[in-house]
């Protein structure tokens, strides 16, 4: 495994990490406690030490697998995590970026992942007002004093404006960025990857496989028909130009015999901004299989962003 500081921190982030939206029941199928602690226990093995989670991955459903997953071995792990949300039925949030909801959610989060303190807390995907609110962050310094938290991140999307919440990310303590970005995701390397470089601050990417579309198992005219598998709800349309896209990176971009989802973490490792991927994953088998993108980045210059 290959390790990068997290921007300014402390923390040496191993380049795969492991993003845990899937243990929420929201991808398909539901997760056991044995099947989250199997992918854990084996990710540590493989040298992973970054874990994304967030409060709403079902009703702190996630935190709370990942939490039972770390007991005896929490000092192996960077435990991330966000608040801004709680989880309301499938694919449906309540909005909670008051600093009195927050810090109770901080509370629950806390007994979820089975910790005295948070190493990475994030700004959930909100908007720019619930961003702009002095008394929230002001709380959160506090609870960083308290040592409840280590370090305050922002996950910034399109509810809101990433290039302001990426300026104002110091201002308000932050010193990590978590973003979309991947193979069919590039509109980063206009603005936002650029200032966190200028910025030094730590750049997670998230959504690495593009929803699972970058895996290469999907063929053109494959359809998400599971009720509960959140890529059922995506526009069929946009899905079939996605695919169509993957299927001609994978016979002009990827090297014959090298399997696409490593290939595509791997591209995204390539950015100097970029200090860990995250990949959701559902089974042992994919994590060793994205562990194993690791080898890519290390060659010189195999993979040529284009
Ligand atoms: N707003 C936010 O802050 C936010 C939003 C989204 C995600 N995230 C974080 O980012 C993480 C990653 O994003 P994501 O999970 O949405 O998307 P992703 O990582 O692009 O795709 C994950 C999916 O790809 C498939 N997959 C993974 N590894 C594979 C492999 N080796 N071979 C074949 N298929 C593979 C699995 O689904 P199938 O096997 O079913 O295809 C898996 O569920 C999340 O888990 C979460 O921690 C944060």
Same mark, same amino acid.
């Given at each position: 495994m290959e390790y990068r500081r997290l921007g300014s921190s402390e923390m040496r982030v191993s380049v795969i990490g492991l993003g845990t939206w899937q243990f929420g029941g929201e991808w398909g199928r539901a997760f056991t406690a044995a099947?989250?602690?199997?992918?854990?226990?084996?990710?540590?093995?493989?040298?992973? +030490?970054? !874990? &994304?989670?967030?409060?709403?991955?079902?009703?702190h459903l996630s935190e709370s697998l990942v939490g039972q997953a770390l007991v005896g071995r929490r000092d192996a792990w960077y435990v991330a995590t966000?608040?801004?949300?709680?989880?309301? =039925?499938? *694919?449906? /949030?309540?909005l909670l970026f008051s600093p009195r909801e927050v810090q109770d #959610?901080?509370?629950?989060?806390? !007994?979820?992942?089975?910790?005295?303190?948070?190493?990475?807390?994030?700004?959930?995907? @909100?908007? &720019?007002?619930?961003? $702009? +609110? $002095? &008394?929230?962050?002001? *709380?959160? /310094?506090?609870?960083?004093?308290?040592?409840?938290?280590?370090?305050?991140?922002?996950? !910034?999307?399109?509810? =809101? &404006?990433?290039?302001?919440?990426?300026? /104002?990310?110091?201002?308000?303590?932050?010193t990590v960025i978590q973003i979309v970005y991947n193979r069919l995701e590039r509109g980063p390397e206009a603005r936002s990857l650029p200032a966190c470089q200028a910025l030094d601050l730590g750049v997670l990417a998230r959504v690495p496989?593009?929803? @699972?579309?970058?895996? @290469?198992?999907? %063929?053109?005219?494959?359809?998400?028909?599971?009720?509960? $598998?959140? %890529?059922?709800?995506?526009?069929p349309e946009d899905i079939q130009q996605k695919l169509a896209e993957v #299927?001609?990176?994978?016979?002009?971009?990827?090297?014959?015999? !090298?399997?696409?989802?490593?290939?595509?973490?791997?591209w995204c490792l390539q950015h100097p901004a970029v200090a860990c991927v995250i990949p959701g994953c559902k089974d042992v088998m994919q994590l060793e299989l994205n562990a194993g993108a690791t080898n890519l980045v290390d060659k010189a210059h195999p993979l040529a962003i284009t």
């Open positions: 099947e989250a602690a199997a992918i854990m226990a084996r990710a540590q093995e493989l040298g992973i +030490n970054f !874990v &994304d989670t967030a409060e709403c991955y079902g009703d966000k608040f801004g949300h709680r989880y309301a =039925g499938h *694919m449906q /949030r309540d #959610q901080l509370e629950a989060s806390l !007994v979820a992942l089975h910790t005295g303190a948070i190493d990475l807390y994030q700004f959930h995907s @909100g908007s &720019d007002a619930q961003f $702009d +609110n $002095d &008394d929230l962050w002001t *709380m959160l /310094r506090k609870q960083v004093e308290a040592g409840k938290i280590r370090h305050l991140g922002v996950s !910034v999307s399109s509810k =809101g &404006d990433p290039a302001h919440q990426i300026q /104002r990310a110091r201002d308000v303590g932050a496989l593009a929803s @699972g579309f970058l895996s @290469g198992k999907y %063929r053109l005219g494959e359809t998400f028909t599971a009720p509960n $598998d959140l %890529r059922s709800g995506f526009p #299927q001609r990176i994978a016979e002009s971009e990827v090297p014959p015999g !090298v399997p696409m989802a490593a290939w595509a973490l791997a």
